[in-house]
Nanobody, 123 residues
């Protein structure tokens, strides 16, 4: 079992930045692929970014250049730095863990999920 707790969400003006953090416990963190996915009201959950157990990174094409992902295996955390935020980035952001270590683009690859943190970007 893996427990995930997100933090760092909030309200920000367009053009601003936020840093989300996810703390993991319950399993060797360094073996997990970690991802961030988001769900806006009335929309399906979508992939944002992921990082594999060896540090390989993936990003949604539409977000590349604005968002970055990093992990700290000593602290069992994965962060999502979001810059140049837009109103369309408003969503609940979820941290998820992939026990296969890859950090995939599809929700089905993730077995463990956090409770989500709300990000609201005002225009």
């Amino acid at each position: 079992q893996v427990q995930l707790v997100e933090s760092g969400g909030g309200l920000v003006q367009a053009g601003g930045s936020l840093r989300l953090s996810c703390a993991a416990s319950g399993r060797t963190f360094s073996s997990l692929g970690m991802g961030w996915l988001r769900q806006a009201p009335g929309k399906e959950r979508e992939f944002v970014a992921a990082i594999s157990y060896i540090g390989g990174k993936k990003f949604a094409d539409s977000l590349k250049g604005r968002f970055t992902i990093s992990r700290d295996n000593a602290k069992n955390t994965v962060d999502l730095q979001m810059n140049g935020l837009k109103p369309e980035d408003t969503a609940v952001y979820y941290c998820a863990a992939d026990p296969h270590g890859l950090g995939a683009r599809v929700s089905a690859a993730y077995d463990y999920w956090g409770q989500g943190t709300q990000v609201t970007v005002s225009s």
